[in-house]
């Protein structure tokens, strides 16, 4: 395979395809992303990507790619006419990729996260490459960096502000109310089993960003899978809010969905049942691509209909 080369380190980025830098800016600009710093072209030309999360905020941006990894989950309606898009070249999975496909289209920029992010040797032997993996530990600051290389790779920086801003808004929002709001539990099904997640975890970011107080202090603090539980752990927890994720049915897999299996003697029994204050999520935006634009916005969306009435 054809090598453009590149260097690497640690952090996130992005490009406005199509387009070229102008005489008076530079052609290149170096990049921190999770697999180290690479130097890599302004407004690439030709650009790929093994991440759902990472294309939809370039849609949000009104960045245009030339080619998406194949993607399993269904897609929501709003987004299904941009992720099916017949002009996007097929250059297989985040899992599987086709790297001859992804050789042949002589890429100005390669952009792996996530899934795809143990491809990153491989595709920089191709094409510069970026991971734009997002860190666990740093989550939302990670996601600003995310999103800020991306303005300066692709000349959208103005863009990125003005999002970066009104999601800085609506985030101030619910954390100012949510403190005062009740306990939260984060939960998640699939099919008949139910995991919890507290701080630090996956879906960590309801208590260290959005603010609401834990329910349960117990949970393990991991980025990625929480606690199996049983419904008895729900009614000991007794949480004022309770935040619902289905995995099953985002991923469209069969088995019971969340609202059956959580509608029995014991979960009725909690105060966010008893006082209407079970959200059921959006499971594409909080499982799939929280760490995209439209993602966030929808998270923190959810996370307002959580707070309490009470002024």
Same mark, same amino acid.
């Given at each position: 395979?054809?090598?453009?080369?590149?260097?690497?380190?640690?952090?996130? +980025?992005?490009?406005?395809?199509?387009?070229?830098?102008?005489?008076?800016?530079?052609?290149?600009?170096?990049?921190?992303?999770?697999? %180290?710093?690479?130097?890599?072209?302004?407004?690439?030309?030709?650009?790929?990507?093994?991440?759902?999360?990472? #294309?939809?905020?370039?849609?949000?941006? %009104?960045?245009?790619?030339?080619?998406?990894?194949?993607? +399993?989950?269904?897609?929501?309606?709003?987004?299904?006419?941009?992720?099916?898009?017949?002009? @996007? *070249?097929?250059?297989?999975?985040?899992?599987?990729?086709?790297?001859?496909?992804?050789?042949?289209?002589?890429?100005?920029?390669?952009?792996?996260?996530?899934?795809?992010? +143990?491809?990153?040797?491989?595709?920089? *032997?191709?094409?510069?490459?970026?991971? @734009?993996?997002?860190? &666990?530990?740093?989550? #939302?600051?990670?996601?600003?960096?995310?999103?800020?290389?991306?303005? *300066?790779?692709?000349?959208?920086?103005?863009?990125?502000?003005?999002?970066?801003? *009104?999601?800085?808004?609506?985030?101030?929002?619910?954390? +100012?109310?949510?403190?005062?709001?009740?306990?939260?539990?984060?939960?998640?099904?699939?099919?008949?089993?139910?995991?919890?997640?507290? $701080?630090?975890?996956? #879906? =960590?970011?309801?208590?260290?960003?959005?603010?609401?107080? $834990?329910?349960?202090?117990?949970?393990?603090?991991?980025?990625?899978?929480?606690?199996?539980?049983? #419904?008895?752990?729900?009614?000991?927890?007794?949480?004022?809010?309770?935040?619902?994720?289905?995995?099953?049915?985002?991923?469209?897999?069969?088995?019971?969905?969340?609202?059956?299996? @959580?509608?029995?003697?014991?979960?009725?029994?909690? $105060?966010?049942?008893?006082?209407?204050?079970?959200?059921?999520?959006? %499971?594409?935006?909080?499982?799939?691509?929280?760490?995209?634009?439209?993602?966030?916005?929808?998270?923190?969306?959810? &996370?307002?209909? =959580?707070?309490?009435?009470?002024?």
């Amino acid at each position: 395979m054809a090598a453009c080369g590149s260097d690497d380190t640690s952090s996130d +980025a992005g490009a406005t395809a199509g387009a070229s830098p102008t005489s008076s800016g530079p052609s290149e600009v170096e990049v921190t992303h999770f697999a %180290g710093t690479s130097t890599v072209p302004v407004k690439p030309g030709t650009v790929v990507v093994f991440d759902l999360g990472v #294309f939809l905020s370039l849609h949000t941006l %009104g960045v245009k790619v030339d080619a998406l990894g194949g993607v +399993a989950t269904p897609i929501p309606e709003e987004f299904k006419a941009a992720v099916t898009d017949k002009s @996007l *070249k097929p250059v297989g999975t985040a899992f599987e990729p086709d790297y001859e496909a992804v050789n042949a289209l002589e890429p100005d920029l390669i952009i792996v996260a996530g899934r795809s992010s +143990a491809t990153y040797p491989e595709m920089k *032997k191709i094409a510069p490459t970026i991971d @734009l993996t997002i860190d &666990a530990a740093n989550y #939302f600051e990670s996601f600003r960096h995310r999103h800020e290389v991306l303005g *300066k790779i692709f000349g959208v920086e103005e863009k990125v502000a003005q999002e970066l801003e *009104k999601l800085d808004k609506e985030i101030a929002a619910v954390s +100012a109310k949510a403190p005062g709001s009740g306990s939260a539990l984060v939960v998640m099904t699939n099919g008949a089993e139910v995991s919890a997640y507290g $701080p630090g975890s996956r #879906f =960590g970011l309801v208590h260290d960003l959005l603010g609401y107080s $834990p329910a349960d202090e117990s949970l393990k603090r991991d980025a990625t899978h929480g606690d199996v539980i049983s #419904f008895e752990f729900i009614l000991k927890a007794r949480p004022d809010v309770l935040f619902v994720v289905d995995r099953a049915s985002t991923i469209g897999q069969e088995g019971e969905a969340a609202k059956k299996v @959580l509608d029995n003697a014991l979960v009725k029994q909690i $105060p966010a049942w008893q006082n209407g204050r079970v959200v059921y999520t959006d %499971g594409f935006a909080w499982y799939i691509v929280s760490n995209s634009l439209p993602g966030m916005f929808q998270i923190v969306a959810d &996370a307002r209909s =959580g707070l309490s009435s009470t002024p």
